[in-house]
Structures are given as structure tokens and as C-alpha cells.
């Protein structure tokens, strides 16, 4: 009987980690994916566009626009670094703006998924505390708007296990009687690497599915679900256990590898075995009991902090024209 490993694949939000694992298929460009990368002053972000079926089939996700900025340097809580990931996130955002056709006089619904009691899950509910909300004033006193804000409304739904209702539901409802242009979804994602989680920001315009980084597959807030273009924002501040310790495998692999040319008698059969395979191997060992856990870094509290001040500073930079990203009203309670 051969084993079915597509219950065993890695579970990621990131397009970066599905192009990687993409790469060992084709070690050379990936058909059907466009890919441009740049590294300066520590930030490097990476520019994906997934242009048809067979790109999406190659690397797993569906055909449209990625741009990722990885900061490893965001553990240090380095705060020059946080203004300058701040600035970077802000340009990419409106650039992004612009490739998917959103203009200056278009209303904007932010809406942060995400559970405010569990830290991990409360990036979204953070995001919206802190973006600059307008839509009160010009619905109440368009003539007192000063010129260079546009109209943002934004609400943090809560999640079904506290609300009973799918956020997809709340938010319909919102746009059927608010009509937004554009929807910003703002959630906590997985990750496969390490080495991503809490430093990773991703933008795409496929929208987001909530839960979909633990597993869970429901009604997501998409174009075709909402019937208005999506854009998603999201943070890895999780990974899998079963992940980690196949990292752990690979790295382990990796450094015998450097100081010995007997990496096989060290590590027998896993030294010969594909990725997904060993994986299916720590989850066949974890899952029944219960011990794939899900894990978030001890410095998660602070750093939730900071991730969620950068993506809603640089949100109210792009947004409005006249906010600067230096100066973006932002705030932490």
C-alpha cells in the first residue's frame, strides 16, 4: 500500500515556504511563477506572482500577487529597525495598491481577525486598535475632512468560538450595508521555517481563510465570497511541533554533514528520506498523542506588541496621503 503524504504535507501560509519546498522539484525558475527579491539594511523582500494553473499546481497556492518582507533583525526589538521596517512595509503596500488597481478615492473596510484573548491569534484585533479610522467623519462632517484621508472603517469580528458566527458572515453583512472598495484582512498565520516566525510579514490579494494556519478549512473573505477585491496581510507567529522537530532533522543532517562524511551511520534511514516523508514520520509519531502541538515563540507577548504598531503605522502611511509613516497616529494600549 503506498502512503498518502498530502495529509503529511507541511502546513504553511507563506508563499516563501511553498516556493522552497517548490525549488526541490524544480531546482531551476518554477514554471508559471514570476519571482523578484531584494536585501537591504536588513529587510528582504521577496515578490511573487503566481501567473496561472500550472505555477499555482507547482508551488500550492492560488494564482495571484505576494510580497513578503522577512526582518530576522525584529527579534532584537531594535526600534530604528521597527521604523524601517515600518517605511518598507508602507511602500510595498501602496505599490500594491496600485498593481491591483485600488485609487486614492477608494473606501477601505480593515478587519482584524483573530482572538483577542489567545496572544498569538491577536495581531488582527491589535491592528484595528491602532489604524487611523475616518469614516465617522465623513459621514458626519465630509466638509470638515482635510484634504489627504481617505475613507477607512475597520472591525475586529472575534472568532466563531466566542461570537457563534463565521467572520465571513459578520463581514458580509458589513459590506452589504457599508459597500466598501477594498477589504485589508489583517490575521496570524503558520509557518514552516523557524527562523520565519515572528519577523515575517506577507501581503497578498487572494484573501484569507481564517483558521486555515491551524488546520481549520471554513468560509474564507475572499473576492468571491465578499464580491469586493481582498487584500491580505498576515504574520507567522506560530509552527507546528511536528515541523519543528523536522527542522531540528535537517538542520541536525546539515551540521554532521560538516563535521563528519559519516552522516549516514549517524542518522541511518532519515539521512535518505525526502521531507515530506519525515515528516509523515514525526506526525505518525506526534499526532496520536496528541503531542503536535502548536507553537509560538516565550517572547510573543512583546513582540505581538511591536508587529501589530508596524503593520497598522505603515497601513495608516498608505492609506492616507497625509500621514507619514514616521508620524502614523499609531498607538499601543
Known amino acids: 500500500m503506498e502512503l498518502d503524504l498530502q495529509q503529511y504535507s507541511v502546513r504553511t501560509d507563506l508563499a516563501v515556504d511553498a516556493r522552497e519546498m517548490a525549488a526541490i522539484q524544480y531546482p531551476g525558475s518554477i514554471p508559471g511563477v514570476d519571482e ?5 539594511d536588513g529587510i528582504k523582500i521577496t515578490r511573487l506572482n503566481v501567473l496561472n494553473d500550472e505555477g499555482s499546481q507547482a508551488i500550492g497556492r492560488i494564482k495571484g500577487h505576494y510580497v513578503t518582507l522577512e526582518v530576522p533583525g525584529l527579534r532584537n526589538g531594535d526600534t530604528g529597525l521597527q521604523e524601517r521596517v515600518t517605511e518598507a512595509f508602507a511602500r510595498e503596500f501602496e505599490d500594491f495598491l496600485t498593481l491591483i488597481g ?10 482584524g481577525l483573530g482572538n483577542w484573548n489567545v496572544t498569538p491569534d491577536s495581531l488582527g484585533p491589535l491592528v484595528v486598535e491602532n489604524v487611523l479610522v475616518t469614516r465617522q467623519y465623513f459621514e458626519l462632517m465630509p466638509d470638515q475632512v482635510a484634504p489627504g484621508y481617505r475613507q477607512i472603517s475597520a472591525i475586529a469580528p472575534g472568532v466563531l468560538g466566542i461570537t457563534g458566527i463565521e467572520s465571513s458572515e459578520i463581514v458580509q453583512g458589513i459590506v452589504e450595508r457599508t459597500k466598501p472598495d477594498l477589504i485589508i484582512a489583517i490575521d496570524a498565520l503558520a509557518s514552516r521555517s523557524l527562523e520565519r516566525v515572528n519577523t515575517t510579514i506577507q501581503i497578498a490579494d487572494i484573501g484569507i481563510h481564517p483558521g486555515s494556519g491551524i488546520g481549520n478549512k471554513r468560509r474564507g ?9 481582498c487584500i491580505a496581510i498576515g504574520v507567522p507567529t506560530v509552527c507546528y511541533a511536528s ?3 523536522n527542522n ?10 560538516q563535521e563528519t562524511n559519516q552522516t549516514r551511520e549517524i542518522m541511518g534511514l532519515l539521512d535518505g528520506i525526502s521531507e515530506n516523508e519525515r515528516l509523515a514520520l514525526v506526525k505518525e509519531v506526534l499526532e496520536p498523542l496528541g503531542h503536535d502541538l502548536i507553537v509560538t515563540p516565550k517572547e510573543i507577548d512583546e513582540f505581538i506588541e511591536d508587529i501589530a504598531n508596524i503593520v497598522a503605522s505603515g497601513l495608516n502611511a498608505s492609506l492616507h496621503d497625509a500621514v507619514d509613516s514616521g508620524n502614523s497616529g499609531a498607538y499601543t494600549h
Do not use: A, R, Y
Request: no cysteine.
Open 221 to 229: 473573505l475572499t473576492q468571491e465570497v465578499l464580491g469586493v477585491p
Open 248 to 257: 531540528v532533522m535537517e538542520m541536525m543532517k546539515k551540521h554532521f554533514g
Open 36 to 40: 523578484e527579491v531584494s536585501d537591504k
Open 243 to 245: 515541523t519543528i522537530v
Open 102 to 111: 485600488i485609487q486614492k478615492k477608494n473606501t477601505v473596510l480593515i478587519v
